[in-house]
Each structure stands twice: as C-alpha cells, then as structure tokens.
C-alpha cells in the first residue's frame, strides 16, 4: 500500500508539473501570445526548470517571522492536498474505505490552517490580510460543498466515493441537478483561490497574498498544493457529476476538460468584489443547496415508500 502511495504521490506531482504548463500555454493563446516555447521541444521541460529554479534558490527567512510554523506550513498545505486523494476508488486497492466523503472534508478544512498559519507566521500585513481573507472565504464556500455532498450521499445511501461511478452507469448525475453541478464548480473555484475569487492571493491589492514572504522551495510547495487541489477537485467533478469508471481513459479526458475550463474561467473573468463573493456563497448557493436536499430527501422517500 506505502509503495502504490509513493508511486500515485509521483504521478500527481509529474501532472501538477503538466498541468501549470497547460495553464501558461492556454493562458499565452488567449491573451494572444506564444506561452513558454524555449526549454525544450515547445516548451515541454519548462515545469521541470521552474522547478530545478526555485528549490536550488537560497531559502530566505523573514527575521521577524514565527520561523517553525513560517517553515513547517508549505510543507503541510502539500501534504494535506496529496493526503486526500487516497479516497478516490482505484481499482488497484490504494485505501478505498466506506467513510471517503467523511475524509475528504475532513482534508477540506485542515487546507485553510496551513494559509492561515502561513500568512500569519510571516509577520507581513499583506500575508496577513490574505490568510483571513482565505478563512472566511474557504468557511462560506464549504458550508454549501458540504450541503451538496449530503444531497448526493441521500441520493446514493454511502459515504463512498465508488458509489458514484456504479449509480452512473447509466446516466449522469449531473443531469439530475444541474443548478447544483454549476454551484458545486464554482465553491471548488472558491476553495481552490482560484480566479475570480483568488482574494487570498490578490496581486493588485495584497502584493501577493499569504505568500508574500516566501520565496524558493517554500513558494514552489504553496504553488505545487494548489494545483494539486485543482486536479484533485476536476476529478472529484468528474468523478461526481459527469461519471466514469478510473479504469478508462475517457475518465482521464473529462478530468482534463474539467481543468481547462479553472484555466479558461482564469484567462476570462476579472476577480469579484469581496463583498459580492460573500453575499454569493450566503444569500445564493446556501439556499439553493438547501432547498435541493429537501428535494433529494424527498426523492428518496419516495421511492423507499414505492418500493414498499
């Protein structure tokens, strides 16, 4: 089981590396430009001299920061990131447990302590103000994540993620709520800190965010955790919405359709105001969350009394 994890820990971090080629190359064509081109053929090897860049730099310590949670928090937000795909149902036998949605929001909560204990280790007003621009906004965006797992875990009758690919054989789940599939899209886009709600890392208001202070393999960490969040999530989504088994590369094709469109919201919209995302998370995706588990409960009883 420790030799499949190692072997599913290298292959998340060589996709983390692909994926933020994908990112600079889609964003390059729509600002209308080439994207990295140099290292290599087309630029194919830029991830991996971006990496032998940042992690040969000299670690930098702020003099006045908390230095063990300054240090240790990177490397725990990666951990946290690559710790919750143990929960997706391989077919090779990683941990597939019953109580995998339990463990995922679990993972969910535990991302948000490590910016914050990034942002406010780093003694910088700018990292500070943007770890608790992260609490708050991680905390709004998890309440509705959380509603709308429970509508589906009515709907299936498990906490196990395999489920949904064995109710999926023959229709989308996404089909069903469509309302719900679009929310669930946009609170990942909000957990992740992704535009048009990256407030956490805010460049034209925070410098840059709860990372400010960090530089070399400590920025490379934070930056690895939150693309490996994104491709955590467009699997989650496929996985969840638009089925699929992991055996097939079909699956793999959706996934990669889902992290496009993170990229293309980012090359699109401009960043919200802080108090239109709040009021959205509250006065928009909690009420229409609620008002769908009602509707799946409903469901349910009806049908359990049908087949009565």
Do not use: H
């Not at 420790?2 to 290298?10: E, Q």
């Not at 064995?166 to 992740?192: H, K, M």
């Amino acid at each position: 089981m420790l030799l499949n994890f190692i072997v599913l820990v290298i292959c998340v971090l060589v996709g983390v590396a692909f994926v933020t080629l994908l990112e600079r190359k889609v964003l390059g064509y729509i600002q209308i430009r080439k994207g990295p081109n140099k290292v290599g053929y087309n630029g194919l090897f830029q991830p991996f001299a971006d990496a032998v860049k940042l992690f040969s730099k000299e670690q930098i310590v702020p003099s006045v920061s908390n230095f063990i949670p300054y240090y240790v928090s990177p490397v725990m937000s990666l951990f946290i990131s690559l710790a919750a795909w143990v929960i997706m149902p391989y077919e090779f036998g990683l941990v597939n447990f019953n109580m995998g949605i339990l463990f995922f929001l679990c993972c969910l909560s535990l991302g948000v302590y490590s910016i914050m204990a990034a942002g406010w280790s780093s003694n910088c007003k700018y990292s500070m103000l943007g770890s608790l621009r992260a609490v708050a906004q991680t905390i709004s965006y998890e309440v509705s994540l959380a509603l709308i797992l429970l509508s589906y875990i009515f709907l299936i009758g498990s906490f196990d993620f395999e489920m949904f690919s064995i109710y999926q054989e023959n229709v989308w789940l996404g089909t069903l709520a469509l309302p719900l599939t679009l929310i669930w899209f946009a609170s990942c886009l909000a957990e992740t800190n992704r535009t048009p709600f990256d407030f956490s890392e805010g460049e034209s208001e925070l410098v840059s965010g709860f990372n400010t202070e960090y530089g070399g393999g400590g920025f490379a960490l934070i930056f690895m955790a939150e693309y490996a969040s994104i491709l955590f999530m467009s699997m989650l989504f496929s996985l969840m919405f638009i089925g699929g088994n992991l055996d097939s590369m079909f699956f793999y094709l959706k996934l990669m359709m889902v992290a496009f469109i993170f990229i293309w919201v980012r090359g699109t919209l401009p960043r919200l105001r802080y108090d239109k995302l709040m009021n959205l998370a509250w006065k928009s995706f909690l009420p229409v969350s609620l008002n769908y588990i009602f509707f799946f409960l409903g469901v349910k009883m009806f049908v359990f009394c049908f087949m009565l």
